[in-house]
């Protein structure tokens, strides 16, 4: 299994930036895919950000150009950095992680990001 350890939310003003981590229990080299999804209160989860071990990443329309994920190798992490941050990006964010032969899903516990005045 995956261990998966998030931090980093938090209350930002709108046009500001919050970076968020998820720090994995096995190597992302073994992972199939890493990303986020994120939650808003009333909605769908939806995926925010997602990244393969090679490099290539996926985002949803309404972050791109402001949102960037990336993994550390390293530290066993994928990060997120969120910038120009709006209103609609509150929401409760969570790691996910593709791994196994199967591709089983892995999962956070979800971190809150606010985005107020």
């Known amino acids: 299994q995956v261990q998966l350890v998030e931090s980093g939310g938090g209350l930002v003003q709108p046009g500001g930036s919050l970076r968020l981590s998820c720090a994995a229990s096995r190597s992302i080299f073994s992972l199939n895919s890493m990303g986020w999804y994120r939650q808003a209160p009333g909605k769908q989860r939806e995926l925010v950000a997602s990244?393969?071990?090679?490099?290539?990443?996926n985002y949803a329309d309404s972050v791109k150009g402001r949102f960037t994920i990336s993994r550390d190798n390293v530290k066993n992490t994928v990060d997120l950095q969120m910038n120009s941050l709006k209103l609609e990006d509150t929401a409760v964010y969570y790691c996910?992680?593709?791994?196994?032969?199967?591709?089983?899903?892995?999962w956070g516990q979800g971190t809150q990001v606010t985005v107020s005045s």
């Open positions: 990244l393969t071990v090679i490099g290539s990443a």
């Open positions: 996910n992680v593709k791994w196994g032969s199967r591709s089983r899903d892995y």
